[in-house]
């Protein structure tokens, strides 16, 4: 019995195919020559956060290290701001803007996903609301008369000064 240590042959590549290798991401931060990530530049930090609220690791956007901490730390005070939400879930009920996936670089496609009421007609929302809630006629009590009582040591202090 003998043992070959031969590697097995591959089949011949066709004609013109070529291997795919993944190009080389680039700090984007380190092109744009940047020394501080900015917390309040949504624009900019919603790139990387994911659909879900998640800040998006080192390997999937091609941040440095030195980046991606500041990078983390805006974000993180954007979210404590309220300026960028927490979760998914806060995005929906706080109606703040998303960026789609597929935007260009340059000019990120946002899209609301609720438009928020003027004042005056959340105003009148509320008051209507209220009023709806409220019962039709309220009941009126009448709390009793009570009549001031002197203290016990009162009258004393009056003999006093008129003796």
């Not at 624009?43 to 091609?62: A, D, H, Q």
């Not at 340059?106 to 005056?120: D, F, K, N, T, Y």
Request: charged share 25%; with cysteine; aromatic share 4%.
């Amino acid at each position: 019995m003998t043992t070959s240590n031969a590697a097995p042959t591959r089949p011949p590549r066709p004609e013109g195919g070529r291997r795919y290798t993944p190009r080389r991401k680039v700090c984007g931060f380190c092109v744009d020559h940047t020394d501080n990530v900015d917390y309040k530049d949504l624009e900019r930090l919603s790139r990387y956060v994911s659909e879900r609220g998640m800040i998006e690791p080192r390997r999937k956007t091609g941040t440095c290290l030195w980046h991606q901490r500041r990078l983390a730390m805006a974000i993180k005070r954007a979210r404590h701001l309220a300026l960028l939400p927490y979760t998914q879930a806060h995005m929906w009920i706080t109606g703040s803007l998303v960026l789609r996936r597929g935007a260009s670089r340059g000019a990120p496609m946002v899209a609301p996903l609720r438009a928020p009421a003027p004042p005056q007609q959340a105003a009148a929302a509320v008051t209507e609301e209220v009023e709806a809630t409220a019962p039709a006629e309220a009941e009126v009590v009448e709390a009793p008369v009570v009549e001031a009582v002197a203290p016990a040591e009162a009258p004393a202090a009056e003999a006093e000064t008129q003796a």
